[in-house]
């Protein structure tokens, strides 16, 4: 999915299957792929809404795209994305990110919700 935009430098077109991470803080979102990082202002929850299916929401301030997770730790619950980078997944949003992985990898089980 390719988008025009917005960011601080002008509008850009981003192809965001190539978009690793979207990290939120201080008002700005940046965009974090490969060979690019963009900075944009807006919210989370609104890209989430755009990019529904892609990414997944980890914690508050950051969406990962599943396509791109090297590895889950669910003991420590630490996600390792290319290039090193470490995540740490909040207890609320690890059965959303292991839901999203099982969408993929069809040999990971859901966890059931536990009331």
Do not use: C
Not at 36 to 63: A, E, H, P, Q
Not at 73 to 82: A, I, K, N, V
């Amino acid at each position: 999915m390719v988008l025009n935009v917005l960011t601080l430098t002008g509008y850009h077109e981003i192809d965001f299957s190539l978009v690793y991470h979207l990290s939120y803080a201080k008002n700005i979102i940046t965009i974090q792929g490969d060979s690019f990082k963009y900075m944009t202002r807006g919210s989370l929850s609104t890209w989430g809404k755009k990019l529904k299916g892609m990414f997944v929401s980890i914690d508050r301030n950051t969406m990962v795209n599943v396509l791109y997770i090297k590895s889950y730790d669910p003991e420590s619950s630490t996600l390792q994305m290319p290039g090193g980078q470490e995540f740490k997944v909040s207890r609320r949003k690890q059965l959303d990110l292991r839901n999203a992985m099982s969408h993929l990898y069809h040999d990971i089980i859901p966890l059931n919700r536990i009331e």
